[in-house]
């Protein structure tokens, strides 16, 4: 599967993660897990080096009361963790993953998240949701780069871990990559992880690039203009009426406060946090969630 099908429950991980965690805490996870940290090569002892890579994931995460017990067995998934109430995690890999080494940190990061998501009492309804919330707070939070990496196609074989699809990986990965100012690109081996993290790239961009933002576009603006003078014209009843207007990246609607000020509310293109702002010219919001300044021509 490629493309953009989970983009909405995405954006919906990322707005919960601010608010689970705040700012100040998601700010901490500002330096990615280091390739280094979490290479292991066909040399390396199969046992010894799963549990470091699991004791690197659970440093990663600030987990330091919680012990991973690893193990290897036939299984249809990539991966389980049996979310108890600690201090020990038991951890079943794909027995696969005795031959493919390099991807044990793809899938060991996926499942130490499960852990801590569990801790924080952090999950969607449903197990699609809520597996798309754990790959999204993976990447987000600096260790799902390894997940898309995982990503290879040749002419023999495929391989994909996760639920998310590449180009969504490339996409919050990318939202990280502008939040926390990282080139993510230097690290894949794989030449699909790069063009799928360069297609999010893209997407992630238009986000910024939605009316009423200073850097939408001719298009964007001038629909933006004729859909505010309608509501404008017709008053609130037909601006509540109108629905939501924009792009496939960010929807405004508009809406009145009850005293005759016509107001249009979008998503921060950082959180996904709706943001109202008077619909009267050049305004500078800023989102109390996530703290960015957005330039509006409201």
């Not at 009361?65 to 049996?82: G, L, P």
């Not at 990986?169 to 063009?195: I, M, N």
């Not at 629905?243 to 000020?261: E, I, K, M, N, Q």
Request: net charge positive; glycine share 8%.
């Amino acid at each position: 599967m490629h493309g953009y099908p989970h983009l909405e429950t995405v954006r919906a991980a990322v707005t919960a993660l601010y608010k689970r965690l705040s700012y100040d805490t998601v700010h901490t996870f500002d330096t990615s897990v280091a390739p280094a940290d979490v290479a292991f090569s066909d040399q390396d002892d199969l046992h010894l080096g799963v549990q470091r890579v699991a004791r690197e994931m659970v440093r990663h995460l600030r987990l330091p009361d919680a012990r991973m017990i690893v193990s290897f067995r036939e299984m249809e998934h990539a991966a389980y963790v049996e979310l108890a109430a600690g201090p020990e995690y038991f951890i079943e890999l794909n027995d696969r993953f005795r031959r493919h080494r390099r991807d044990i940190g793809a899938a060991l990061a996926h499942e130490v998240m499960h852990v801590y998501l569990h801790r924080l009492d952090l999950s969607f309804p449903g197990t699609r949701d809520n597996e798309i919330l754990t790959d999204t707070a993976t990447t987000y939070l600096g260790a799902g780069w390894l997940l898309l990496d995982a990503y290879r196609e040749d002419g023999a074989s495929s391989q994909k871990l996760g639920y998310l699809t590449p180009e969504e990986f490339g996409y919050v990965l990318a939202k990280r990559a502008l939040a926390f100012g990282e080139a993510p690109e230097t690290w894949f081996t794989s030449p699909q992880a790069y063009t799928a993290y360069t297609k999010g790239l893209a997407q992630a961009r238009r986000d910024e690039q939605q009316p009423p933002l200073t850097a939408a576009g001719w298009a964007g603006r001038r629909r933006y203009a004729k859909d505010r003078r309608y509501a404008r014209e017709h008053g609130a009843a037909a601006a509540g009426a109108s629905g939501p207007r924009g792009g496939a990246a960010g929807v405004y609607s508009f809406s009145s406060d009850g005293l005759g000020t016509l107001r249009v509310s979008f998503p921060c293109p950082t959180c996904h946090q709706r943001i109202r702002v008077p619909a009267r010219g050049r305004v500078r919001a800023r989102c109390t969630l996530c703290r960015t300044v957005l330039d509006c021509d409201a």
